[in-house]
């Protein structure tokens, strides 16, 4: 336990992660080794695009994976202890317990046909010994600290009586409620009003810092994101393609893939004609392209793009699984850039002349 | 004009200043335009409950005008009327009261059935989820044809077929793209099959109701330019609808920011982000995440939206508003007119006596 609490170590570590679906048509590769730390009480941002493999990858922490899909490879670690092949039953109690989870969609995350507080005291009750009395009246205080008003009035009330933003408040109460050391936020703000989107974020940042809980926030918002996280990792295709601190992705994407992402992210107060447009679409499982995945639609794709497939590599602040950053090619384009006969110039030309 | 009811006089809400608008009247007129659901229970509980009838007000007094060629956005949040006003101008919905105009004509004043599919096939919808607007039995062939045979355009069956690789070039797919089923395609290839659908009558104004909101945002890029490209090349007038300021700010001419079924404010569309004048307005501009990291902080207002069969009195913004007094309450407010030209309806604006917007959202 001694070594669990030592500062350096990170409270949840994911190392070669590999999710994959057998179908009969062969195995499909959703996540492909993937690696990356949540530190004590940080908040890091996992976005993409539909399909990247962003909610797989929550859903595979808290043991949640839809069969039959199936972690393959590597391994997931909670305070020094790998919890990926644990048995169901032991792998119940750290659900909730160290690990909470916030949905998409509260409608389908509360039981409609339970009260609020029956539900909240049941888990506070299976995570925690202590009577229903008690349970009820750490209840009361969770819902009057997610700012739901009245809560004495409310707690016997069901979900449909709730509106969007008080039934995610609930959810959100209910994740905490056995002061989890993290907490798995999947898309917590996407069926939500805009207005709305802003309470629940800044409700979800304060409850967790106050509650001491690390959040790994699942989204494909890079407003929320850069609003919330301490990090951020961006995913495509099944890899993670940057991960680095959130101001330095959002201000300077290393990868041309964020670069993109970022250019097409329309800006109030940014008078442009057209957004930046990555050509193409997001490959589908069965034909993840060879090297690098995003190299058919990569504005600066050369030689070694489609061969090799490039890892996590230094890339200022931040990593990037890029070869632009690999030290050899690196100082050899910059070479060529220079000269005005960078190798990506030629497709460039020839896209634009089509 | 077409006013009735005694409401909604005085200032036109959206009405184009003379020297704004490119040409000489609107491409489309909407005047008081108001649309109530009869929601009651069915009359047997009625009697046994006691209950009244219950209604609800989804649109009520919307008027705006659209110039020829320029993009005019609604934004509000769920249940704010702005989908209502979309299937009213179609024509998928009869306005309860109030009316269309498009060119200078009244709508309800055409009834001759050929007049009518002549003034209907110049206007034509996307919808927001392309997964469930395209038949998925049909081939993309068929789909994109319809309107060409709908509408007689084309006789031959040759004609149609070289007429719908021309649509599908145009909204950047291939001629040979015709022989497939919408399943082969992503969802932003499905909505430029929807684009060019909708592109095959001929229309010169397209109503697209939230066509990006199911898309993600690099797919969103791509329809949102080439909806810009088309506007430019054939000269579309839209209606946008959409509840993402940043997309409505990026495509837009004129924007009108809903609240339960009333429009709140009116303006162009830059002034309207640099100069945002309704509570509501500047809240929706502070909820957008900030991307630039600037780090201020944001109050988020409190409160949602609330019930619209029992919308509260007057201003139906004041349970929220933080400048809202005793008359807000009380008393409905008219629109009224601003020195740059946009409209408001506020009695804090109208007194004078909101603080400037915070200098955050004026960044615009």
Redesign the interface.
């Known amino acids: 336990m001694a070594e669990s609490t030592r500062k350096n170590q990170p409270l949840l570590q994911v190392k070669n992660l590999r999710i994959e679906f057998p179908t009969r048509r062969g195995t499909l590769v959703a996540v492909d080794d993937i690696s990356f730390d949540i530190d004590e009480g940080e908040v890091l941002g996992v976005v993409g695009?539909?399909g990247a493999g962003k909610s797989l990858t929550g859903s595979s922490i808290i043991g949640l994976l839809e069969p039959p899909g199936r972690v393959a490879e590597g391994s997931i670690e909670l305070e020094g202890r790998r919890i990926d092949n644990l048995p169901y039953e032991k792998m119940r109690r750290i659900r909730g317990n160290q690990i909470g989870m916030v949905f998409q969609d509260p409608l389908t995350s509360l039981n409609p046909l339970y009260t609020v507080g029956f539900q909240l005291i049941e888990t506070i009750r299976t995570h925690e010994d202590i009577s229903e009395r008690q349970a009820r009246k750490r209840a009361l205080e969770l819902l009057g600290e997610v700012g739901i008003p009245a809560p004495e009035r409310r707690i016997d009330q069901y979900p449909h009586q709730f509106?969007?933003?008080?039934r995610q408040r609930v959810v959100i109460a209910l994740a905490l409620c056995a002061n989890p050391r993290l907490v798995i936020a999947d898309e917590p703000t996407t069926a939500l009003?805009?207005?709305?989107?802003?309470?629940i974020?800044?409700l979800l940042k304060r409850m967790c810092s106050e509650h001491g809980a690390a959040v790994m926030l699942v989204t494909?918002?890079?407003?929320?994101i850069?609003?919330t996280a301490d990090r951020v990792a961006v995913m495509y295709a099944g890899r993670i393609v940057e991960i680095g601190p959130?101001?330095e992705v959002?201000?300077n994407a290393r990868h041309p893939y964020t670069e993109?992402?970022m250019?097409?992210?329309?800006?109030?107060?940014h008078?442009?004609?057209?957004?930046?447009?990555?050509e193409g679409?997001?490959p589908r499982l069965t034909e993840i392209p060879s090297g690098c995945a995003f190299h058919p639609r990569c504005p600066k794709v050369f030689e070694r793009c489609d061969k090799e497939r490039p890892d996590l590599m230094p890339a200022g602040k931040s990593w990037a699984a890029c070869w632009l950053y690999d030290e050899a090619e690196r100082d050899r384009l910059r070479a060529l850039e220079e000269a005005g006969e960078a190798p990506w110039k030629q497709r460039a030309g020839a896209a634009g002349g089509a | 004009m077409h006013i009735e009811y005694g409401k909604d006089t005085g200032v036109h809400m959206g009405r184009v200043a003379a020297g704004d608008a490119a040409g000489d009247g609107p491409l489309l007129r909407a005047q008081d335009l108001a649309k109530i659901f009869d929601v009651s229970p069915p009359f047997l509980n009625r009697v046994l409950q006691r209950e009244e009838k219950s209604f609800l007000k989804a649109v009520d007094g919307v008027s705006f005008d659209i110039p020829t060629g320029k993009t005019f956005s609604l934004v509000g949040e769920s249940g704010c009327g702005k989908s209502t006003v979309a299937r009213l101008i179609v024509g998928l919905y009869k306005p309860t009261r109030g009316s269309i105009e498009f060119e200078g004509r009244d709508m309800a004043s055409i009834t001759r059935r050929g007049e009518n599919s002549a003034l209907r096939r110049r206007m034509q919808m996307i919808f927001q989820d392309p997964y469930a607007s395209l038949n998925p039995r049909w081939r993309v062939g068929d789909i994109v044809a319809e309107p060409i045979k709908a509408f007689g355009l084309a006789r031959s069956g040759s004609a149609i077929n070289d007429r719908v690789g021309e649509l599908l070039m145009q909204v950047r797919l291939s001629p040979k793209d015709a022989a497939k089923y919408p399943h082969e395609f992503s969802g932003g290839q499905r909505q430029r099959i929807s684009i060019a659908r909708a592109l095959a009558s001929e229309p010169e104004f397209l109503v697209c109701d939230e066509p990006t909101s199911a898309l993600d945002v690099s797919v969103q890029a791509q329809i949102l330019n080439l909806m810009k490209d088309l506007q430019r090349e054939l000269g579309l007038t839209y209606l946008f609808i959409s509840h993402d300021l940043a997309v409505v700010y990026h495509i837009s001419d004129y924007i009108g920011v809903m609240y339960l079924g009333r429009l709140v404010e009116w303006n162009e569309a830059r002034r309207l982000f640099r100069n945002p004048r309704h509570p509501y307005t500047r809240m929706l501009l502070d909820a957008i995440p900030d991307l630039e990291m600037t780090g201020r902080e944001r109050t988020p207002v409190a409160g949602e939206v609330p019930n619209p069969i029992t919308p509260p009195s007057a201003c139906h913004f004041h349970p929220r508003c933080p400048f809202a007094d005793e008359r807000c309450k009380r008393e409905t407010p008219m629109p009224i007119r601003l020195s740059d030209g946009g409209t408001v309806r506020c009695h804090g604006v109208e007194e004078d006596r909101l603080p400037a917007p915070s200098e955050t959202i004026r960044k615009a």
């Not at chain 1, 494909?220 to 929320?224: E, K, S, W």
């Not at chain 1, 250019?263 to 107060?269: E, Y």
């Not at chain 1, 008078?271 to 990555?278: A, G, N, S, Y």
Request: avoid cysteine; charge should be negative.
């Open positions: 695009e539909s509106s969007g933003g008080m009003d805009v207005s709305i989107q802003a309470q974020i800044k494909h918002d890079m407003g929320v850069a609003e959130v101001a959002v201000r993109g992402l250019g097409s992210i329309p800006h109030i107060g008078d442009v004609e057209r957004l930046t447009q990555i679409t997001m």
